[in-house]
């Protein structure tokens, strides 16, 4: 199988191409290696996969359409897994345009070539549990309303579930999108709090801690959420998955057209305390952390919290790695590649 994965340089793209390699199917594998974090991590990840004969890469832009079409050419593609997006909350508000590029135009340009791929089974594609904005109401289910966001990341990944959904009911592309919650793990990105945190601690530093520690979030493993990734790929709508089998429901009946869409929630199922997690990474790291308690950040939320009633049922995802285990991964793989 063929499969072309956007964003395969970033964190959960480099485990999701490594996953597939060491399946046997080919992967061709796009990012434009943008400096929104160290180019060099994602230079380190791409020397892995560049080892296996089954990879090509291509830096490339999502947004340029042209440079795109180059990158597809002839080929038969079988699977579209469309991760490439401009990522952080924060970030949202400083550089608005660059979600509107990357996370708007970058996602027209894949549903436009998806459209044109005779050979394709599916496209899974990247959404976000920031969608949820300041719900209330848990756990996060796909039948929530989510058209309150509070950030511009959330809006623009709210604004490609809802173009996938048109292009799935004009030309019945078959496609998923997996709201990801809170994903750490080695590899991790350096602007995640985990990553922030180990840095900080071992070079003697105070860790900043949002909303003065009255944080929980659904913190899920790497190698859980490709996983999910996986099981949605091989399920597309309409292959009988789905409430009541019908390829046109939406896992949560976020849509109950019958549009060859659906959304799933992929998380842990299971909030952790923001402390908890920092009071295991200084156990792995052996060494406490000095602490400075801020309010909380413009566009973050307080609780995040995934009902995953709907791919459990649809798709038999259910993950399996705690904190507990997951973290001393990290911290151990951070170690070692900084040979610290």
């Known amino acids: 199988m063929t499969n072309l994965l956007t964003g395969a340089a970033g964190f959960i793209g480099f485990h999701v191409a490594r996953r597939l390699l060491d399946q046997g199917e080919r992967v061709i594998g796009v990012d434009n290696l943008n400096p929104y974090y160290s180019a060099t991590l ?15 890469f291509h830096q490339v832009n999502i947004a340029d359409r042209a440079a795109m079409q180059d990158v597809v050419g002839d080929l038969k593609i079988n699977y579209i897994i469309h991760l490439a997006a401009q990522a952080g909350v924060r970030h949202s508000i400083e550089n608005p345009f660059a979600y509107v590029e990357a996370n708007l135009v970058g996602h027209m340009v894949v549903l436009e070539l998806a459209r044109q791929q005779a050979a394709l089974k599916h496209m899974v594609y990247a959404s976000s549990s920031s969608v949820y904005g300041g719900n209330t109401k848990l756990p996060f289910s796909e039948a929530d309303r989510v058209d309150e966001p509070i950030s511009l990341y959330a809006a ?37 709090a985990l990553w922030l945190f180990t840095e900080a601690i071992l070079a003697g530093r105070p860790i900043k801690i949002f909303n003065h520690g009255d944080m929980h979030r659904d913190f899920t493993y790497v190698d859980d959420i490709v996983s999910g990734i996986l099981m949605a790929r091989d399920n597309p709508p309409g292959s009988g998955v789905g409430t009541g089998g019908n390829g046109g429901t939406n896992g949560g009946a976020v849509d109950a057209s019958t549009a060859p869409h659906r959304i799933y929630n992929i998380g842990n199922n299971h909030p952790e305390p923001l402390l908890r997690l920092i009071e295991i990474l200084e156990d792995a790291l052996g060494r406490k952390a000095e602490r400075i308690l801020e309010p909380m950040q413009p566009g973050d939320v307080k609780y995040t919290f995934a009902d995953l009633t709907a791919i459990e049922r649809d798709l038999g995802f259910r993950p399996t790695t705690t904190i507990a285990e997951g973290v001393p991964r990290f911290a151990d793989w951070y170690r070692e590649y900084h040979k610290l």
């Open 156 to 192: 623009t990944k709210k604004s490609d579930e809802l173009l996938s959904r048109s292009y799935a009911h004009l030309y019945r592309i078959p496609q998923t999108g997996l709201r990801f919650f809170t994903v750490y793990g080695p590899w991790g990105r350096p602007d995640m």
């Open 42 to 56: 994602k230079e380190d990840r791409l020397r892995q996969l560049l080892e296996h004969p089954n990879f090509n």
